[in-house]
Nanobody, 128 residues
Framework: QVQLVESGGGLVQPGGSLRLSCVVSGFTLDYSAIGWFRQAPGKEREGISCISSIGGSTYYADSVKGRFTISRDNAKNTVYLQMNSLKPEDTAVYYC?????????????????????WGQGTQVTVSS
């Protein structure tokens, strides 16, 4: 059974940092892309970053480029999202997701595909 479990969310002040983790089980990272999405109240789910297991290609949305870094540890079956210089507008529930595909800007369409597997989400709140 495929499972993804996020952790690392919390409350942080503007300008602060958090590192989210996504532990995957039931499959290996070697044949998948893992993406990070976020959803703020009243807004659509936004694809912000992904990483391919083969080749390691990455993608970042303009809203997080230069502040967030995605990485993976295949030995630990874990994907990380390092978030720096956090802003109040980064406040959202953050989800990791998996598809059997390569990472690209097309990740923004993953929510429309039935074969996308989702984690349960972790809350990130940026506030003073």
């Amino acid at each position: 059974q495929v499972q993804l479990v996020e952790s690392g969310g919390g409350l942080v002040q503007p300008g602060g940092s958090l590192r989210l983790s996504c532990v995957v089980s039931g499959f290996t990272l070697d044949y998948s892309a893992i993406g990070w999405f976020r959803q703020a109240p009243g807004k659509e789910r936004e694809g912000i970053s992904c990483i391919s297991s083969i080749g390691g290609s990455t993608y970042y949305a303009d809203s997080v480029k230069g502040r967030f870094t995605i990485s993976r540890d295949n030995a630990k079956n874990t994907v990380y999202l390092q978030m720096n210089s956090l802003k109040p507008e980064d406040t959202a529930v953050y989800y990791c997701a998996r598809r059997r595909t390569l990472c690209s800007a097309a990740m923004i369409a993953w929510p429309t595909f039935a074969d996308t597997t989702w984690g349960q989400g972790t809350q990130v709140t940026v506030s003073s």
